[in-house]
């Protein structure tokens, strides 16, 4: 894809960005979903910030970088997130054999996100691959903690995605969706949690480090998940980097309120990753019948809560509209962070898993932005994980959002 270059304006809040280009590249694709759309007041809009200057801003977050075209967590993923206007940008977390932190989006991703399987590490997975058989899939197993630290880094990372009716190790590889692409896919360069914290600090953007559940049992080789979740901060202060300027996240609601308890000024901005939708009944329509509730969330001093996009929307009269839960959330003063755009392909037939409460509203690629305009404007959200943040880059920067 040819990238056009737009000049602009570069605001980093609390970071210098003295190794980064003041210009944002966002492509033509804010600009191809604008022509999708149907005519009306909020395209004249954004059609009018066409060719206006862009800032980077914080309510676009890099999801694992730029995944939508880059090899998930490399450095050439997070460097794209960033020129694309991304002011926080994500790397998950998890553990190497020996207890190093790497950014990968599981412990047990290796088999799909990097080139393990055709290299000498192939040996060391916990499952080495399985071809095909019959209605029986392809398979394989490896994890970040069957390799050291050093291991590790000899990968190259590569597009997340695995073809299961694969009878070789080859064709197990090739399973791109063929909405992403694999042109970036040459080289895609591992990560560790400190050289994402050193990449980060030199792009101007902030943080916003995933502590994903562990694939072995804990605690793992005398390391309890209270050391795992004390090490992810440990390595930011090391680095002397702001406790404002990271948004520590996780699934697993005890993390975040052993930051609350032991790391309060991290604490602050702990993002609690909406664990609760593997309750019995999860009805966002319903949000009074979650445990804990949205106020008791609060007065454990949550402040941050990101569930997917589909439980903050619904469908009033025939439009998009916040849900129940986005409404209870904002009442408890929860501060609501949506994920994640740019994740389900073109949007010509309901647009997958990410939009299914609102599916019926959902018939071309242009209806994104809608649906960016009401998590923003009515559902109180203040920040959007997008697969390709120039999305949400173009819609920030011309609402003037931070």
């Known amino acids: 894809m040819r990238i056009f270059k737009m000049a602009a304006a570069v605001a980093f809040t609390g970071l210098a960005a003295s190794a980064f280009a003041a210009t944002i590249e966002l492509g033509p694709r804010p600009y191809y979903l604008i022509d999708q759309m149907d005519d009306g007041p909020l395209k004249e809009k954004l059609s009018a910030c066409i060719g206006q200057p862009l800032k980077s801003t914080e309510f676009s977050i890099g999801h694992r970088g730029a995944a939508l075209q880059f090899p998930e967590h490399t450095r050439e993923s997070y460097k794209a997130a960033a020129r694309m206007g991304a002011g926080i940008v994500e790397c998950d977390v998890t553990f ?7 950014c990968r989006h599981a412990q047990n991703d290796l088999h799909t996100t990097t080139n393990i399987l055709t290299s000498d590490l192939a040996a060391k997975c916990t499952r080495g691959f399985k071809a095909a058989i019959g209605e029986t899939p392809a398979s394989a197993e490896c994890r970040a903690s069957d390799v050291t630290l050093a291991e590790f880094k000899t990968l190259n990372g590569k597009m997340d995605a695995a073809n299961k009716k694969a009878t070789t190790v080859e064709d197990y590889m090739d399973g791109t969706a063929g909405w992403r692409t694999d042109l970036y896919a040459t080289k895609g360069s591992l990560m560790t949690h400190k050289d994402s914290i050193d990449l980060f600090r030199d792009l101007g953007v902030k943080f916003t480090p995933e502590l994903k559940s562990p694939s072995v049992e804990m605690p793992y080789e005398g390391f309890s998940q209270e050391d795992y979740a004390q090490k992810l901060i440990d390595e930011y202060k090391a680095a002397g980097i702001p406790a404002a300027d990271v948004f520590p996240q996780s699934f697993n609601l005890n993390d975040v309120l052993y930051w609350i308890k032991n790391e309060p000024e991290f604490g602050k901005q702990a993002v609690y990753l909406e664990g609760r939708l593997r309750q019995s009944g999860f009805d966002p329509m319903a949000p009074e019948n979650l445990s804990p509730t949205m106020a008791e969330l609060k007065e454990m001093g949550v ?10 929307l619904t469908m009033e009269e025939g439009k998009i509209a916040p849900s129940a839960y986005a409404k209870a959330a904002n009442a408890a003063g929860l501060k ?5 755009l740019e994740r389900s392909g073109p949007l010509t ?5 990410y939009f299914q409460t609102v599916k019926d509203a959902i018939d071309s690629d242009g209806k994104v932005y809608e649906v960016v305009d009401v998590l923003a404007k009515e559902a109180g959200v203040v920040g959007i994980f997008s697969d ?8 920030a920067s011309c609402m003037g959002l931070k």
């Open 303 to 312: 402040n941050y809560l990101a569930p997917p996009l589909w439980v903050l």
């Open 349 to 353: 037939n309901g647009g997958g898993w």
């Open 388 to 395: 390709w943040p120039a999305t949400t880059s173009f819609y």
């Open 336 to 340: 609501l962070i949506a994920w994640t």
């Open 96 to 102: 190497t054999k020996d207890k190093e932190l790497v």
